[in-house]
Nanobody, 126 residues
Framework: QVQLVESGGGLVQAGGSLRLSCEASGSVSSIGVMGWYRQASEDRRELVASITREGTTDIADSVKGRFTISDFRDTVKNYLYLQMNSLKPEDTAVYYC??????????????????WGQGTQVTVSS
């Protein structure tokens, strides 16, 4: 099991910056990819950015050049960050941290089980 707690959301004016943090605890050694997703009102949840254990990142086109994802992982806790600059009103959403935890069947097969944080609200005013 993995527990995720996000922080850092809030209200900011357009053009401003925020830094989101996510603390992962529990079976952190099993975590592969970690990422940030967002969901605005009735829209579907969408990927904002993700990062692998090796540091490979994937950034959504809508935030590329403005948002940066980073992480810090040790044997006890994993931390995930999202630096958001030049924020726009359309960035307003609930932001969720996600971690994929590897589950081994013991016969060489495995799958990744997703865990989600509770979400943190980001509101950008025009």
């Amino acid at each position: 099991q993995v527990q995720l707690v996000e922080s850092g959301g809030g209200l900011v004016q357009a053009g401003g910056s925020l830094r989101l943090s996510c603390e992962a605890s529990g079976s952190v050694s099993s975590i592969g990819v970690m990422g940030w997703y967002r969901q605005a009102s009735e829209d579907r949840r969408e990927l904002v950015a993700s990062i692998t254990r090796e540091g490979t990142t994937d950034i959504a086109d809508s935030v590329k050049g403005r948002f940066t994802i980073s992480d810090f992982r040790d044997t006890v806790k994993n931390y995930l960050y999202l630096q958001m600059n030049s924020l726009k009103p359309e960035d307003t959403a609930v932001y969720y941290c996600k971690a994929e935890s590897k589950v081994d069947y013991g016969d060489g097969n495995y799958y990744f089980s997703p865990f989600w944080g509770q979400g943190t609200q980001v509101t950008v005013s025009s």
